[in-house]
C-alpha cells in the first residue's frame, strides 16, 4: 500500500510539472502539490482518477467459469486450471485501494480550493464533489469486499480493511481487516452519508433534490446538479450498488440468509424498479448488444450507469471474431454454457426432448442463443461461419491462439457490422462501458425475494415468478403467455435453480458469473469445461479443459506480498 502512496504523490508532481511546461514559467517552473489548492480543475482531476478503472462488462473473466475457455494462455486459464494461489491472484481487486486513496486525498482538498467565485455556488460544489468522493470511496470497498471477503486462517468470516482517510507517505499501513459484517455496515454508512449530498439523477429536478438543499436557489441547484453532471456517480446508481452489497451479504457464503440482508436488497430494488414502472420498465431490447443506439441518443433504457461512447474501440472484434473474419478468436463459449440455453418451448435442454433435432442442436432453442453465441451455421452480420473439423480456418484448433477450442465463437458485445481486412485494418465501432443495467436488479429481485418465501413472495408488487415470466418473454418464451414449465415451478430449490440459470444467460459474458458462483458457494464444484465437434455428419461432445478448484476457491486470496508486509493482515483460509 505504500507503493500506491508513492504512487499518487508521484502522479500528483509529475502532473504539476507536465501542465507547467505548457505555459509560460512560474517560480522555476516548480509549483508542486501547492497547486491542488487554488487550480479546481487540477484539483478534481485526483477524484476523476477515483473513477478510473471501473468494472465494466469487457473483463472477460469468464474463461475462469464453465461457461468459455481461452485460445490462448490468459491468466483466467491458467486460474482455472490449478495455477491460483496467493503469488498468482489472477482476479485481484486489492489495487482498488489505490483509487480509495485518491478519494480521500480529494476529500482533505475540498475546502481548500475554491470552486466558484460565488459562495453560494461554491457551497454546492464542495458538497456535490463530497459526496462523489465518499460514494467512489465505499463503491471500491465494495469490490474489494467481493472479491477478498472470506473467512480468515482462523475460520472468521472476515471483510477487508476499511480505509476512510488519506494516509502520509510514512504512515502506518498495517490494517487488519474488519469483520465481515462490520465491513458491510462502514461500505453502507458511506453510501448513506453520499445519498444525503447527492440527488437521484443528474436532472435538475427541483422536486428530487436532497432535503439539504430546499433552501438553495433553484437556479444555483440546478446549474451544479444538471444534465451536465450526467455520468458521475448518482443516488440511483448508489442505491443499485448497496442493493449488490446487501445480496452479496445474504448469499450462501457470507450470512447465508441470516441478519436480515434479502429483505434489505429486496426493499432497496423494489423502490429502485418501481420508479421506473415496475416490470412495465423491463426494456423489451434488454438483451441486445450495446452499441445500436437509439436514434438521437447515447443512452438506452436498460443501462442505469455507464461511460461516455468511445470511438473506433474496436479491439473487442478483433480479439474475439473467427479467423475467417480476420479475428483472433479468444474466448469460446462453452458446450455447457449453450446447454443452459432451454429448448424455445422454455423446457430445459435435453436431448429427449420431442423438439431436439440431433442434425441441428441449435433449432428449437432458446432465440437468445443464437444472438449470443456464434455456433456452426450462425452468421455474423450475414456473414455466415462454418465450424466443421474439414480443415477451414474457423475449425476446432485450426490455427494455434486464433481457432476455437470448443467449437464456438462469441458474438454477444461484438458489434456484427464491423469489418477487419485482410491487412489489419479495421472499420469503426462506436460502444459503451456498462458499470451497471436493469435487468441485473430485476434478477437481483427475483433472487431474494425467493429467497425471502419462495417463488411467489410479492415484494413491492412483484415477485420471482413474474419477474422470471417477464424476462423469458421478452427472449421469446411463453410468447403465449403460456411458459409450461415456469408455471410448474412450486418450490423455493426449483425457483433457486431457474433464477440462477437466467442469471447465467442474461448476464453471460458480462463480468457476473465468476462471482455469482462465489457467493453462492458452489464455485468449487465448477465442471470441467466442454465444447462440441461436428464432423460434417454428428455433432459430439468432448472436454476441452479441466476445472481445478479446491475447497477454498470460493473466497479469493489475498495477494501473499501485502501479507508478508503487513502482518496483520490474516489471509483466507486455503491460500
Not at 478468436?329 to 422454455?346: H, I, K, T, Y
Not at 442463443?369 to 450475414?382: H, K, P, V
Not at 462454418?386 to 480443415?391: E, F, H, M, P, V
Request: aromatic letters at 12%; glycine letters at 8%; hydrophobic letters at 35%.
Amino acid at each position: 500500500m505504500k507503493n500506491i502512496l508513492k504512487n499518487i504523490t508521484l502522479f500528483t508532481l509529475f502532473s504539476s510539472i507536465m501542465a507547467c511546461s505548457l505555459v509560460e514559467p512560474v517560480d522555476e517552473n516548480l509549483l508542486g502539490e501547492d497547486r491542488l489548492n487554488f487550480d479546481p480543475a487540477f484539483a478534481e482531476g485526483v477524484l476523476l482518477n477515483a473513477y478510473e478503472g471501473l468494472v465494466n462488462q469487457l473483463y472477460f473473466n469468464d474463461a475462469g467459469t464453465d461457461d468459455a475457455v481461452n485460445n490462448f494462455l490468459s491468466s483466467y486459464r491458467r486460474m482455472a486450471t490449478g495455477e491460483w494461489n496467493a503469488q498468482n491472484p489472477f482476479t485481484s481487486k486489492w489495487g482498488m485501494y489505490e483509487q480509495v486513496l485518491y478519494a480521500n486525498k480529494f476529500i482533505t482538498l475540498i475546502d481548500q480550493v475554491e470552486w466558484k467565485r460565488d459562495e453560494e455556488t461554491n457551497e454546492l460544489f464542495k458538497q456535490r464533489l463530497y459526496g462523489e468522493a465518499v460514494a467512489l470511496r465505499a463503491l471500491r470497498h465494495f469490490w474489494i469486499l467481493q472479491e477478498h471477503g472470506g473467512r480468515g486462517a482462523s475460520g472468521q468470516l472476515l471483510g477487508i480493511p476499511y480505509i476512510s482517510e488519506f494516509f502520509e507517505f510514512d504512515a502506518d499501513f498495517n490494517t487488519p481487516r474488519l469483520g465481515f459484517e462490520e465491513t458491510v455496515a462502514r461500505i453502507v454508512a458511506d453510501f448513506d452519508e453520499a445519498l444525503e449530498y447527492l440527488p437521484m439523477d443528474y436532472d435538475g429536478d427541483l422536486a428530487k433534490r436532497p432535503s439539504r438543499y430546499n433552501d438553495t436557489n433553484d437556479d444555483t441547484y440546478q446549474f451544479v446538479f444538471g444534465k451536465d453532471q450526467d455520468g458521475r456517480i448518482n443516488g440511483r446508481i448508489i442505491k443499485a450498488f448497496k442493493a449488490k452489497l446487501y445480496l452479496l451479504a445474504a448469499s450462501p457464503a457470507f450470512m447465508d440468509g441470516q441478519g436480515g440482508y434479502y429483505q434489505e436488497a429486496a426493499d432497496l430494488l423494489a423502490e429502485l424498479l418501481n420508479d421506473i414502472g415496475g416490470l412495465g420498465g423491463l426494456d423489451p431490447n434488454g438483451y441486445y448488444n450495446f452499441y445500436e443506439f437509439p436514434v438521437g441518443t447515447r443512452n438506452f433504457p436498460e443501462v442505469l450507469w455507464r461511460s461516455n461512447a468511445f470511438t473506433s474501440m474496436t479491439w473487442v472484434e478483433s480479439q474475439h471474431f473467427p479467423p475467417s473474419l480476420n479475428g483472433e478468436g479468444r474466448l469460446n463459449p462453452s458446450q455447457n454454457l449453450v446447454e443452459a440455453f432451454p429448448m424455445l418451448d422454455g423446457f430445459p435442454f435435453s436431448e429427449a426432448h420431442p423438439d431436439y433435432n440431433p442434425a441441428n442442436p441449435f433449432e428449437n432453442r432458446d432465440m437468445r442463443l443464437q444472438r449470443y453465441i456464434l455456433y456452426n451455421g450462425n452468421d455474423l452480420n450475414g456473414r455466415v461461419v462454418s465450424i466443421t473439423n474439414d480443415g477451414g480456418v474457423d475449425g476446432i484448433d485450426q490455427i494455434s491462439q486464433r481457432s476455437t477450442r470448443s467449437g464456438y465463437y462469441l458474438k454477444k458485445l461484438l458489434d456484427q457490422k464491423v469489418v477487419i481486412s485482410a491487412d489489419g485494418s479495421i472499420s469503426s465501432s462506436e460502444k459503451i462501458n456498462v458499470y451497471v443495467r436493469y435487468t441485473d436488479l430485476f434478477l437481483m429481485l427475483a433472487e431474494a425475494a425467493n429467497e425471502l418465501g419462495g417463488p411467489d413472495q410479492m415484494v413491492g408488487g412483484m415477485s420471482a415468478r413474474n419477474i422470471i415470466g417477464a424476462i423469458r418473454q421478452r427472449a421469446g418464451i411463453g410468447l403465449d403467455n403460456s411458459d409450461a414449465y415456469l408455471s410448474s415451478i412450486s418450490s423455493q430449490e426449483d425457483m433457486r435453480n431457474l433464477i440462477r440459470n437466467e442469471r447465467r444467460l442474461e448476464l453471460c459474458f458480462e463480468g457476473h458469473r465468476l462471482y455469482d458462483l462465489r457467493r453462492w458457494n458452489i464455485f468449487d464444484q465448477t465442471p470441467d469445461a466442454k465444447g462440441l465437434q461436428f464432423d460434417g455428419t454428428n455433432y459430439e461432445s468432448f472436454t476441452v479443459e479441466p476445472r481445478l478448484y479446491n475447497a477454498n476457491a470460493n473466497y479469493a486470496p489475498i495477494p501473499q506480498n501485502e501479507v508478508v508486509r503487513f502482518n496483520l493482515i490474516e489471509q483466507n483460509q486455503g491460500w
